[in-house]
C-alpha cells in the first residue's frame, strides 16, 4: 500500500462501508474496541461458518485511471475468483463528507480456495491502487474482523459493527462533476484528460463550441421531448416538426453517432462527460435553427443527467437525492428550453412497443425493462430536475391523441 494512503487509513474507522446485496446497499462500520456485545450487521448475516470475505476499494489520485480500473476489476474478479465467488459492488465513505466516497467490490471464498484469492489479491495490491481487507469470524461465529494491510504491512484490524444508513445514498457524494456535469468546462476537462487513451475524443473535442452563452434568448420556442426508450419521443418530436415547421434535433447530437458506440463502452466518468458535451453542441445547434423556426429537440440534458443519477443510486426511488438538491439543477451555461414534456407511459405499454419495434439499444436500457425499481428511479429523477421543469403527458393513447395533447401545452406554454 503506498504513504499517500496514510491519511485515508488514519479516518479508517470513521468510515461506512456500504456492500450492495439484492440491488439495494447495506451499511456497516469497524471499530478497533468492541462495545456491547457481538453484532453481526445484516451484509454478512447470510454467510456459511467456513466462508471468509474480501473487499477491493479503489483509492487512486487519478480519477479517471481510478474508474477505468475499477470498471475492468469487476470483469477481472468474474474472470479470475473462482466460482460461487458472489462478487458484488461496494463502497466506504466518510458520512457527509464530499468526494469521499471510495469504489469497489466485495466477496467472499471458501476457505479451500484462499491461496488462489490471496495470490490475484497480492498481484493487484502490488500493481494497481487498491486497498484490501479480509474479513473472518470469531471462532465462536458471533463476531466478524476486518484486517487491512497498512503502509508498513502490518495488518491492522477492527471490528465489523452494523451501522445506520445514511442520510442519502453514498454516491450522492460523488455525483456532481462525476456522474452528472454542471458545466461544458467540467465535461470538457474530463474528455481531455482521456484523450491518449481513447484517441476519438479529439473529434469529439474539436466540435465543442468555443463559448457557451446561455443567457441568449432564441427568437422561436425550444421544446424538448423526453421519456424512456419507446415512449414515443421519435413519433412525437418528428409530427411536431410536421405540424409545426419547426427544425428537429437530438442529443446527443448527429455528428457525435460515430462515436457513441465507443464512449457507451466506457466508466461512468467518461460515458457522462461524452453525453454531457453532446449537450452543448445541441445547444448550438439549437440557437442557430431558432432564429429561423420554432426547435424540437429529441432528449437533452434531463436524459443525461436522470439515466445517471438512477444509475449511480441504488434500491428505492427512496434513495434518490431529495427533491430540490443541487444535484437537480440545470447547468447554469447550458441553453433553457422553453418547455419540456416527459412523456410517461404504463410499463406493460411500454413494453409492448418496445417489442413491436423490434431489438432494444443500449445497456441502460435493457437494464430499464428487468429492473423496476431503475425504472422507477430514471422517471422520478426526471421529475425533480428543475430550471426547466417538465410537464408530464400521458403517452398511452394513440400518436394523433399524445400530439394534439402536446400541441395543446405548447400553445399554452409558448403562445404559438
Ligand atoms: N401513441 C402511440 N400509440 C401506440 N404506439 C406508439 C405511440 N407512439 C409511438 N408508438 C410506437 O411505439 C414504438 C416506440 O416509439 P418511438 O417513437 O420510436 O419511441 P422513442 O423514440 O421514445 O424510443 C414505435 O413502434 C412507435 O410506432
Ligand atoms: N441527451 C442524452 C441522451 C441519451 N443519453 C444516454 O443514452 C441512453 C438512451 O439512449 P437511447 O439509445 O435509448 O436513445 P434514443 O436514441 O432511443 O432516444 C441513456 O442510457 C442515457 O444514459 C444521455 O445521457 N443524454
Keep these: 500500500m503506498a504513504r499517500s494512503l496514510k491519511p485515508l487509513v488514519q479516518r479508517w474507522s470513521s468510515r461506512v462501508f456500504s456492500v450492495e446485496l439484492d440491488g439495494a446497499p447495506l451499511y456497516f462500520a469497524v471499530r478497533e474496541k468492541l462495545r456491547g456485545g457481538p453484532a453481526s450487521p445484516a451484509a454478512f448475516s447470510k454467510l456459511q461458518q467456513e466462508d471468509r470475505c474480501y473487499s477491493l476499494l479503489v483509492c487512486s489520485g487519478d480519477r479517471i485511471r481510478g474508474d477505468r480500473f475499477h470498471w475492468e476489476l469487476r470483469d477481472k474478479l468474474l474472470r479470475d475468483l473462482p466460482p460461487g465467488s458472489d462478487v458484488t459492488s461496494m463502497s466506504s465513505f466518510l458520512p457527509e463528507e464530499k468526494g469521499s466516497l471510495l469504489k469497489g467490490y466485495f466477496f467472499k471464498s471458501r476457505a479451500g480456495d484462499s491461496p488462489q484469492v490471496e495470490e490475484l489479491l497480492g498481484d493487484l495490491e502490488q500493481r494497481d491502487p487498491v486497498l484490501v481487507c479480509s474479513y473472518s469470524r470469531s471462532e465462536d461465529g458471533q463476531q466478524w474482523t476486518q484486517s487491512l494491510r497498512s503502509a508498513e504491512k502490518n495488518l491492522l484490524r477492527f471490528y465489523v459493527v452494523p451501522s445506520e444508513a445514511p442520510e442519502h445514498h453514498p454516491s450522492v457524494l460523488n455525483m456532481i462533476n462525476s456522474d452528472v456535469f454542471y458545466s461544458l468546462d467540467e465535461a470538457s476537462e474530463v474528455l481531455r484528460k482521456c484523450d491518449d487513451i481513447i484517441p476519438e475524443t479529439r473529434s469529439v473535442l474539436r466540435m465543442l463550441p468555443s463559448r457557451v452563452d446561455a443567457r441568449s434568448k432564441p427568437d422561436f420556442p425550444v421544446i424538448v421531448v423526453e421519456g424512456l426508450d419507446a415512449t414515443g419521443k421519435t413519433t412525437l418530436t418528428e409530427s411536431l416538426r410536421d405540424a409545426l415547421g419547426a427544425a428537429l434535433l437530438r442529443s446527443p447530437p448527429q455528428c457525435l453517432s460515430t462515436w457513441r458506440a465507443r464512449f457507451d ?129 400521458d403517452a398511452s393513447p394513440s400518436a394523433d391523441l399524445v400530439l394534439q395533447q402536446a400541441l395543446l401545452l405548447i400553445r399554452a406554454k409558448c403562445h404559438l
Design 265 to 393: 463502452r466506457e466508466p461512468p466518468l467518461i460515458r457522462r462527460a461524452f453525453y454531457a458535451a453532446g449537450n452543448y453542441i445541441t445547444a448550438e445547434q439549437i440557437c442557430q435553427a431558432a432564429t429561423r423556426s420554432p426547435v424540437i429537440v429529441d432528449r437533452f440534458w434531463h436524459s443525461t443527467a436522470a439515466y445517471a443519477i438512477a444509475t449511480a443510486v441504488t434500491g428505492p426511488v427512496g434513495n434518490l437525492p431529495h427533491e430540490g438538491s443541487e444535484v437537480y439543477c440545470w447547468p447554469s451555461d447550458l441553453l433553457q428550453p422553453s418547455l419540456v414534456v416527459l412523456l410517461t407511459l404504463d410499463p406493460e405499454e411500454r413494453k409492448r412497443r418496445l417489442r413491436s419495434r423490434g431489438l432494444m439499444k443500449t445497456d441502460e436500457e435493457q437494464e430499464l425493462d428487468h429492473n423496476k425499481l431503475f425504472r422507477l428511479r430514471v422517471e422520478e429523477a426526471y421529475r425533480r430536475i428543475i430550471g426547466p421543469a417538465c410537464i408530464t403527458v
